[in-house]
């Protein structure tokens, strides 16, 4: 079965350093991915998302990630990270043989000190 | 515009009540779909439509839940004689198309609690 593990349940940095959440997935064809941001007290929200080409992938807010095929990889990262980026984090998958699901980490609460 | 809303925002039930949760995708979007997220856990599909059709229900964990899109917008998960493993945020989620990899936007989600 297809799967998505988050390695880091917590992490919990100061202002301006740098973060890098790990994401793999168990699924051998092509496949989707996306960082999706919960920020308490609200929803889920897209933070970016990959199908093809360009392996590193810009999203908002000064996040990317790279999708690394031979290592099922798709970390997120962030450069310096602020305050306001104190959230939850899930990585997700949407196979083509299953297009419409979403496989969901189970996510990482990330906590930035002033 | 107006995201994906979902009512009742909170819901508390007793074991063996009925309950009925809504979702009111963004106006437009063929695709809605249910997830149950146990606390601290990840999102867990439980079914898909498209329009009004129920293409896949593979996640629903039992006969007690029951969803329903009749008119191809609004929709309602009903859960039968809840149980305590029930309580979860169930959240709904909308997407324009029909294709894979369609970003799918997210309501704020019902939380229920299974007493």
């Known amino acids: 079965a297809q799967s998505v593990s988050q390695h880091n349940h917590h992490v919990i940095l100061s202002e301006a350093a740098s973060l890098e959440l790990g994401c793999n997935y168990s699924y051998g064809g092509t496949v989707n991915l996306f960082w999706y941001v919960q920020y308490p007290g609200q929803h889920l929200q897209l933070l970016l998302k990959y199908f093809s080409g360009d392996p590193l992938v810009k999203g908002i807010k000064g996040f990317e990630a790279e999708f690394i095929k031979s290592k099922f990889s798709f970390n997120l990262r962030k450069p310096s990270v602020q305050w306001s980026d104190t959230a939850e984090y899930f990585c997700a998958v949407n196979a083509p043989d299953s297009s419409y699901k979403l496989i969901f980490g189970s996510g990482t609460r990330l906590l930035v000190r002033p | 515009g107006a995201g994906v809303s979902q009512s009742p925002r909170y819901k508390v039930a007793k074991r063996g009540q009925d309950v009925a949760l809504r979702c009111d995708p963004i106006?437009?979007?063929?695709?809605l779909f249910w997830y149950q997220q146990a606390l601290g856990q990840g999102p867990e599909f439980l079914t898909y439509?498209?329009?009004?059709?129920?293409?896949?229900k593979s996640g629903l964990p039992s006969d007690r839940f029951f969803a329903e899109r009749p008119e191809g917008s609004v929709s309602t998960l009903k859960i039968q004689r809840t149980q305590q493993e029930d309580s979860a945020v169930y959240l709904c989620?909308?997407?324009?198309?029909?294709?894979?990899?369609?970003?799918?936007?997210f309501g704020p989600g019902t939380r229920l609690l299974v007493l």
């Open positions: 106006s437009g979007h063929v695709s």
């Open positions: 439509f498209q329009n009004e059709a129920q293409l896949d």
């Open positions: 989620a909308s997407s324009r198309g029909l294709a894979g990899g369609e970003t799918q936007y």
